[in-house]
């Protein structure tokens, strides 16, 4: 992998841990502002916990064995980090009131559906196989993410 790429790739790599810690740390403050929904925002928090430790085992990984590895689709790092700030606006949000508890999901099922589309496993491209496999399980269990937030979303519609 060349220079340049692989610095541009150690950037993105940070800043998806850090995007997933931001993640982590939103739905902790969920589930202690509500925490009659604490153990579903605690479960969620837990995985994006394991992929930002996944990532840095990947940052790793490929900072020892670039040659393993090529850059996939292009990615904007501005793109990341917007969305990172956008959880940080979303639960400043929360906070003042602004988001209520009922609309909380859907916004959660939003942020989900971004990282989703972020499409991590088309970022970096390698035959290693346990690379392959975390990052699958990282794309994989984001939309397991998304799909448990959209079933709230359905029943909490139902009791209305």
Do not use: C
Not at 20 to 40: H, I, M, N, Q, R
């Amino acid at each position: 992998m060349a220079g340049i790429v692989m610095k541009d790739l150690m950037d993105i790599m940070q800043a998806m841990i850090n995007l997933e810690l931001v993640l982590a740390k939103f739905y902790k403050s969920l589930a202690l502002t509500w925490p009659e929904d604490g153990e579903f925002w605690e479960h969620i928090r837990k995985d994006e916990v394991t992929h930002a430790k996944n990532l840095k085992v990947l940052f790793d990984f490929i900072k020892k064995r670039p040659e393993e590895f090529t850059s996939g689709r292009s990615f904007n790092l501005t793109a990341i980090k917007t969305i990172s700030s956008h959880i940080e606006a979303t639960w400043e949000k929360v906070k003042s009131g602004e988001i209520k508890k009922d609309r909380i999901f859907i916004v959660a099922g939003d942020l989900e559906r971004s990282l989703m589309e972020a499409n991590y496993p088309e970022i970096v491209k390698s035959t290693n196989l346990e690379f392959q496999d975390a990052v699958s399980m990282i794309h994989n269990e984001t939309v397991e993410h998304e799909k448990l937030i959209r079933e709230k979303v359905k029943a909490m519609m139902k009791k209305k």
